[in-house]
């Protein structure tokens, strides 16, 4: 059984993707900056995470929130482990696995994404919890930020939190870090959440069945709005591959153009946030179809002012019973790294996930905060990375395995 995050302690206390680019420009910051920096966040966060790299002046806005990165519920946090299972002290008399001086943060986004941000609050808490110095570096393109950390000292000195997008990367020929290979899994953290399946408000369809229906009946004539190769790509691999249908795809990376583009009619379907699908729907601009969710997830967990409709349902929830998508934050170092140190950075992982302030804002950017060990962790991952492969040789997308 899953427990929260919660249940770990009795009181509140107690407990987007592109080639690489040719250069690297980034922006630090001091844990200590981190807070001014995420003081304000909503649901409808949201950022391209995929341009070349350049430097990043501005802090982490709310409305800034990476493609793939969907809306999640402020409740129950799911894990299937509990801090009590680590060795914290054997941690903490070991500086938590990490080496003395400053450690880095890499975040593989502009600042302002879902990334960024829950990096911010894992930042902080680090120095307020673990007494580590620490700074976060933002590199525009994720696959910079990814080769930068496969490229550093296996020491344990720079970290990074990444999502889907590593595997997705790999998998389809656009990056050349292998998760497998020229990294080190420390740690799963976040489940990703919900993510809303939209159409226009004139579409000839109201729930998402008679999408599908639709959709079986008129192949290829539905225009379903998504990046080239990116998270939505894929959860619309899942789609077609679990119903059969068949859908055109057309390029819409950003969230804001796939709002823009739903409202207009320009595209048929499209994936948003949570909370922008709600903002849309109730102008009367958008209908929503359903959410798509890690395996299990039901909608009513979603902690939303109004009731949600049934058609706010996940996939799973209105009898598709194998349309999910299970999307974690993964914390990885260089390859290379010491397996005791692994494990103690691990549990270092466990105590900040503990942290009040930092469970709250993690939960704010729509994550579902978790903590899993490394065992745990590496079967995670690796099921994640299997499902990326399944979808990306249907689709004909896979270049890597």
């Not at 680019?21 to 001091?30: E, P, R, V």
């Not at 808490?125 to 930068?148: E, F, P, R």
């Not at 497998?180 to 579409?203: H, M, R, Y």
């Not at 009619?265 to 209908?287: C, P």
Request: glycine share 8%; hydrophobic share 35%.
């Amino acid at each position: 059984m899953k427990k929260t995050l919660a249940m770990l302690l009795a009181s509140s206390m107690l407990l987007s993707f592109t080639a690489c680019g040719s250069s690297t420009t980034a922006n630090s910051t001091t844990a200590t900056e981190a807070k001014a920096a995420t003081e304000t966040k909503t649901e409808a966060a949201k950022s391209e995470e995929s341009k070349a790299p350049e430097k990043s002046e501005e802090k982490p806005a709310s409305d800034n929130k990476s493609e793939g990165e969907s809306s999640a519920p402020s409740g129950e946090a799911l894990t299937e482990e509990t801090a009590a299972e680590a060795d914290i002290d054997a941690a903490k008399s070991d500086n938590w696995g990490f080496p003395s001086g400053t450690i880095t943060w890499v975040v593989p986004g502009k600042a302002g994404g879902g990334s960024d941000l829950a990096i911010r609050y894992l930042s902080e808490a680090m120095t307020k919890d673990l007494g580590i110095t620490n700074t976060v570096t933002n590199y525009d393109s994720n696959t910079v930020g990814h080769q930068t950390v496969a490229n550093a000292s296996p020491d344990g000195s720079t970290i990074t939190l990444a999502t889907a997008a590593l595997n997705v990367q790999w998998v389809t020929g656009n990056s050349e870090v292998n998760p497998k290979e020229d990294l080190t899994l420390i740690a799963a953290l976040d489940d990703n959440g919900f993510s809303a399946l939209c159409a226009p408000k004139n579409a000839p369809f109201d729930t998402f069945s008679e999408m599908i229906e639709y959709a079986k009946a008129n192949p290829g004539k539905l225009n379903a709005g998504m990046p080239s190769s990116g998270n939505n790509t894929f959860q619309f691999g899942k789609i077609q591959k679990s119903t059969g249908v068949e859908f055109n795809s057309v390029e819409a990376s950003s969230e804001s153009d796939r709002l823009t583009n739903l409202a207009g009619g320009f595209i048929d379907l499209g994936f948003v946030g949570l909370g922008n699908a709600q903002e849309y729907e109730a102008a009367g601009k958008l209908k929503v179809l359903a959410t798509i969710a890690g395996d299990g997830l039901k909608i009513e967990d979603y902690p939303s002012e109004t009731p949600l409709g049934d058609n706010y349902k996940t996939m799973q929830e209105q009898g598709f019973t194998d349309l999910f998508w299970n999307v974690k934050h993964y914390v990885y170092g260089p390859a290379g790294m010491d397996a005791a140190k692994v494990q103690e950075i691990n549990t270092a992982m466990s105590v900040l996930q503990q942290d009040t302030d930092c469970h709250n804002g993690l939960v704010s950017v729509g994550h579902i905060p978790e903590w899993h060990n490394v065992e745990d962790s590496v079967k995670i991952r690796d099921a994640e990375y299997d499902s990326v492969v399944e979808i990306a040789e249907y689709l004909n997308m896979k270049v890597n395995d």
